[in-house]
């Protein structure tokens, strides 16, 4: 006969495994009539499986990253175009102002870098207000793009 505390053990083991595979599940999709995209924890008539690939974060990956946005150029790109005598001054109220602005978009576009360097998922709204998951793909271009933003607006 087992002892109480081993009962209970094994039975709250039994409850964790039972829950994580019900976690574990497949996603399906499948169109109304509509056009609409919808996605389902459960096969219904006319829905496809949909194979989801996730990996974990490599935190070393993040940290080159986050080593080249920072040894970035610290120059912003000049337009050789324009004659310098055509450059309007700026006062100094507008080049602070400027500054502040720039501070902010440099801000936004770190913080937006972060969340897709720690995104599982990601998605994009549709002209419906549908959620439309991203693959592969689209989620590299996405952080490609958000590191290029990061290189734009916090380069000084």
Known sequence: MMPIAS??????????????????GDIYKWTDENGNVHYEDRPIAGSQRVDIASRPTNPNAIR?????????????????AAPAAETPRLTRAER????QERAEQCADARERLQRHAVARRMYRVDE?????????????????????????????
């Open 7 to 24: 009962c209970l053990k094994f039975a709250t083991a039994a409850l964790c495994l039972m829950t994580s595979c019900a976690f574990a």
């Open 64 to 80: 080159e990253r986050r080593s080249k946005l920072q040894a970035a150029p610290a120059e912003a790109p000049v337009d050789e």
């Open 96 to 99: 602070a102002r400027q500054r």
């Open 128 to 156: 419906n207000g549908e959620r439309v998951y991203l693959d592969d793909a689209e989620i590299a271009a996405a952080r490609d793009r958000a590191e290029q933003k990061v290189a734009e607006y916090c380069a000084s």
